[in-house]
C-alpha cells in the first residue's frame, strides 16, 4: 500500500515537499515513482529512483524536483522548487518493478496558484 | 521522446459489446506496452504489461496484443465495471510515456 502526503496551495515560485508512506513492501528494494495528472488530463511520468539509489526526470522537472527515500521510514519522496501553474496535479507515487506501474497511492493535489 | 497516441478518444458502447481501443507508438517499442484502467476518482490501475499479460484481478475478456508500433486493447463484452478511461505507457525508452487515454462511455 503506498499512502502520499503533503499536497497543497503554493504560490508560483514557491516549494513543497510530497511524502509516500509504504507498506507491504520495501521502498530501497524497488524502483519507486513519480506519475502526475493535471486536472482532466492525462498521466505524465515525473521521476523515479532506484534501487541502487540512480535517479531520473523528466526534462519539465529536472533541476527543480528532487526524489529521494528515506530507507528507516520506507517513504518515498519529492521536493518540489521553482514550483509553475502548469505543475498543477494530482501527483501519484507508483511502484514500478520493470517500468510499468503494478501498484499505485491514491494521490495528493498540488495547486500552484497566486 | 517516444509519442504514444491513442484512438478514439472517447468509444461509446452498450453493454455486452465488443471494445477496441487503438495505441500507435511514434516508434518501435517492442513488446514494452502497458495499459492501465482509470475510473473517476480513483488511481490508474495496472490492466496489461509486456503488451500482452493481463495483470492479476483482470478478468479474460480483456485482451491486450500488438508489438512495434501498434498496439490494441480488445474487451470482448462491456460489463459495467468497465467504463472508465484506459491509458497505454511505453516503457523501452526514455523518458516513460503514456498516451492521451481513450475514455470508454455508456452508449
Known amino acids: 500500500q503506498l499512502v502520499e502526503s503533503g499536497g497543497g496551495l503554493v504560490q508560483p515560485g514557491g516549494s513543497l515537499r510530497l511524502s509516500c508512506a509504504a507498506s507491504?513492501?520495501?521502498?530501497?528494494?524497488?524502483?519507486m515513482n513519480w506519475v502526475r495528472q493535471a486536472p482532466g488530463k492525462g498521466l505524465e511520468w515525473v521521476s523515479v529512483?532506484?534501487?541502487?539509489?540512480?535517479?531520473y526526470y523528466a526534462d519539465s522537472v529536472k533541476g527543480r524536483f528532487t526524489i529521494s527515500r528515506d530507507n528507516s521510514k520506507n517513504t518515498l519522496y519529492l521536493q518540489m522548487n521553482s514550483l509553475r501553474v502548469e505543475d498543477t496535479a494530482v501527483y501519484y507515487c507508483?511502484?514500478?518493478?520493470?517500468?510499468?506501474?503494478?501498484?499505485w497511492g491514491q494521490g495528493t493535489l498540488v495547486t500552484v496558484s497566486s | 521522446e517516444i509519442v504514444m497516441t491513442q484512438s478514439p478518444a472517447t468509444l461509446s458502447v452498450s453493454p455486452g459489446e465488443r471494445a477496441t481501443l487503438s495505441c500507435r507508438a511514434s516508434?518501435?517499442?517492442?513488446?514494452?506496452l502497458a495499459w492501465y484502467q482509470q475510473k473517476p476518482g480513483q488511481s490508474p490501475r495496472l490492466l496489461i504489461y509486456?503488451?500482452?499479460t493481463r495483470a492479476t484481478g483482470f478478468p479474460a475478456r480483456f485482451t491486450g496484443s500488438g508489438s512495434g508500433t501498434e498496439f490494441t486493447l480488445t474487451i470482448s463484452s462491456l460489463q459495467s465495471e468497465d467504463f472508465a478511461v484506459y491509458y497505454c505507457?511505453?516503457?523501452?525508452?526514455?523518458?516513460?510515456?503514456f498516451g492521451g487515454g481513450t475514455k470508454v462511455e455508456i452508449k
Open positions: 507508483a511502484r514500478a518493478p520493470a517500468n510499468w506501474f503494478d501498484s
Open positions: 507491504g513492501f520495501t521502498v530501497s528494494a524497488n524502483a
Open positions: 529512483i532506484y534501487g541502487g539509489a540512480n535517479t
Open positions: 516508434q518501435s517499442v517492442g513488446s514494452y
Open positions: 509486456g503488451a500482452s
Open positions: 505507457q511505453q516503457y523501452n525508452n526514455w523518458p516513460l510515456t
